[in-house]
C-alpha cells in the first residue's frame, strides 16, 4: 500500500497533466467549431444593427405611458425558504392571489417550465411581510419598473426623447435618465413589485425550473387608474411624438375596481389614442393577462388604434385564441419553434386586418368616422429568437436591423452588459427552421454570416434572428420590454 502511495505522490500529477491535456485534445476541435460560430453570428448581428446609425438624424420623440413602479428584485426559492413556504404538490393556476397557499401553487405551476408570470396579490398584509422578507435577503436589487418606464429608459438609452406618462416619487424622477420628462402626479410612496427571479436547473422541492424566468406580484394603488392619463393628454399636444407607446395595462387585470370604473378609465384611453394625429405610430406592448373579460376590453378599445403589437411567446397564443373565440391559454410552451410561431404570428396579423376592413366598411356605410388602424408591425420576442411581421409600404422601416438590435438586446439585459461576451452565450435556435408548420414549407438554414433571414409574403416581410441566448443570467424582467423598445427604436 505505502509504495503505491509512494508511486502516486511521484507520477500522479504527471498523470493528471496528460489526462487533462488528452481532455483538452478531444474536446477543443468541438468547442472551437461552437466558439467561431458563435463569435461569427455575434459580428453578423453587429454589423446589422450598425446598418442603421442613429446619429444621422434627429433625436426621434417617444410618448410612453403608462404608469410605474419600484421593482424589489430577488432570488424567488430564497424567499419562499425564508418564510417558510414549503413546495406545494399541486402546481395550480389562479387569476389572482389571495393566500400563501396560493402563492405555492401559481409559482410551482409556472416555475417548472420556466415561464413568465404576474399576478395581483389581494392580501396586503401577505404583500408587506413578501416585501419586508425580501429586504433583507443577500443579494436583492431595488430598481426602476413597470412597462413604461423600462421602455423609456431603454429609447432614451438608444437616441430617443421621452415624455413618460405615470405617477412617481421625486427618488423616482431623480434617477430618470435627462432624455426623459414625466408627466403625472407625485406620489409619496411609490408602488413595489416583487420580482422573483430563478436561474434555469433551480430547484424548489421536487420541481426544477426548465429555463431562467420571474414570478412578478404586485399589489398595486396607483397604476392600475392611470393617473397620470389627463396630464399626459394634455402635455403629448405640445410634445408632438413620432411615436405613442401603451403599456403596463395589466396592471388593471383582476384589480378589484367599482363597477363601470375600468371601462370609463379605458373609454378615456380610447379616445386619447384614436385622437392622436394618424402619422404617429402606436405601439401597444401586450402583458400577463389571465382575466378575459380585461382582454376582450382590450380587443375593444386599445388594440384597434394600435399600428404595432410586441408580446412574448406566451401573450401571443393568448391573445390568438381570444380571437379565435377560445379561452384564454394560461400557459404556452415556453420554447416554440420558429414555425409555430409564425403561423400564429400570421394568423393574428390576419384576424386583426380583417377586422379592421369590417369596421372601416361598416363606418363608410353607416356614414360614421372610421376609428382605428390597420395592424402594419408584430414583434414576438421569444428566448431563442426574435419574429417580425411588417407590412410593406408602411412607416416601419429597417426590419432587419431592427431584429438583429432586439437580439443584441436580449443578451444585453438579461447578461447585465452592453458588451456581449460569445463565453456566457448559446445559441439554442435550431441550425434551420421551417417557414410554416404546413406540409412541404420551406426550410431556411441560420447563416452564421446572415443570422437575420428576411423574406416577402403576401402584403408584409418577415424576420426572423437568432438570440445569443446569456448563460450567466443577470436580470430576466424587463426583458420584453427593452426587446421591444429597442426593436422600435430603429424603425421609426
Request: aromatic fraction near 8%; proline fraction near 5%.
Amino acid at each position: 500500500v505505502g509504495g503505491g502511495f509512494v508511486s502516486w505522490v511521484k507520477y500522479g500529477p504527471l498523470v493528471s497533466f496528460f489526462v487533462v491535456l488528452l481532455a483538452l485534445w478531444f474536446r477543443s476541435p468541438q468547442n472551437e467549431v461552437l466558439n467561431d460560430r458563435l463569435d461569427m453570428v455575434l459580428s453578423s448581428l453587429l454589423r446589422a444593427e450598425r446598418k442603421v446609425g442613429m446619429n444621422d438624424v434627429a433625436r426621434p420623440k417617444v410618448a410612453i405611458g403608462f404608469g410605474g413602479c419600484v421593482d424589489l428584485i430577488v432570488d424567488g426559492v430564497s424567499l419562499l425558504n425564508k418564510i417558510g413556504l414549503p413546495p406545494t404538490d399541486q402546481p395550480i393556476h389562479h387569476d389572482y392571489i389571495e393566500n400563501a397557499e396560493q402563492l405555492a401553487q401559481s409559482f410551482a405551476y409556472f416555475f417548472a417550465p420556466g415561464a413568465a408570470a404576474e399576478r395581483f396579490m389581494l392580501n396586503d398584509t401577505l404583500f408587506n411581510e413578501l416585501v419586508e422578507a425580501s429586504r433583507d435577503l443577500p443579494g436583492n436589487r431595488w430598481s426602476v419598473g413597470g412597462n413604461a418606464p423600462v421602455m423609456a429608459g431603454r429609447m432614451a438609452t438608444e437616441g430617443c426623447d421621452v415624455l413618460l406618462g405615470g405617477s412617481f416619487s421625486p427618488d423616482f424622477t431623480d434617477i430618470l435618465s435627462q432624455h426623459i420628462t414625466v408627466a403625472g402626479n407625485i406620489v409619496e410612496e411609490p408602488d413595489i413589485h416583487l420580482i422573483l427571479e430563478y436561474p434555469s436547473g433551480a430547484s424548489w422541492g421536487h420541481y426544477t425550473s426548465r429555463r431562467a424566468n420571474r414570478y412578478i406580484i404586485h399589489s398595486d394603488d396607483h397604476n392600475p387608474y392611470l393617473a397620470s392619463l389627463e396630464q399626459f393628454a394634455e402635455e403629448l399636444e405640445e410634445f408632438k411624438p413620432d411615436l405613442l407607446v401603451v403599456g403596463g395595462l395589466q396592471m388593471m387585470d383582476n384589480f378589484p375596481f367599482q363597477s363601470g370604473e375600468r371601462d370609463a378609465l379605458l373609454v378615456r384611453l380610447a379616445d386619447l389614442l384614436s385622437s392622436s394625429s394618424p402619422q404617429i405610430g402606436v405601439h401597444f406592448e401586450m402583458a400577463s393577462f389571465v382575466e378575459e373579460s380585461i382582454m376582450e376590453d382590450l380587443l375593444h378599445y386599445v388594440i384597434p388604434h394600435a399600428d404595432s403589437l410586441g408580446m412574448n411567446e406566451q401573450e401571443l397564443p393568448n391573445l390568438l385564441s381570444l380571437l379565435k373565440g377560445s379561452n384564454i391559454t394560461v400557459l404556452s410552451d415556453p420554447n416554440p419553434r420558429v414555425a409555430t410561431v409564425l403561423d400564429q404570428m400570421r394568423e393574428v396579423y390576419r384576424i386583426l386586418n380583417q377586422r379592421y376592413k369590417y369596421t372601416s366598411t361598416e363606418s363608410g356605410t353607416n356614414g360614421a368616422k372610421a376609428t382605428g388602424k390597420p395592424l402594419t408591425r408584430l414583434h414576438v420576442h421569444t428566448l431563442a429568437f426574435q419574429a417580425m411581421i411588417v407590412t410593406r409600404g408602411s412607416q416601419w422601416k429597417n426590419t432587419m436591423s431592427a431584429t438583429a438590435k432586439a437580439s443584441l438586446t436580449a443578451n444585453r439585459h438579461v447578461c447585465g452588459s452592453n458588451d456581449i461576451n460569445p463565453n456566457k452565450a448559446r445559441l439554442i435556435m435550431d441550425d434551420s427552421f421551417s417557414v410554416s408548420r404546413q406540409e412541404g414549407s420551406q426550410r431556411i438554414p441560420l447563416q452564421e454570416t446572415r443570422p437575420v433571414s428576411c423574406w416577402k409574403e403576401e402584403d408584409y416581410e418577415i424576420c426572423v434572428a437568432p438570440v445569443l441566448v446569456c448563460t450567466e443570467v443577470y436580470q430576466t424582467a424587463g426583458g420584453g420590454d427593452n426587446i421591444s423598445a429597442a426593436g422600435l427604436v430603429l424603425q421609426i
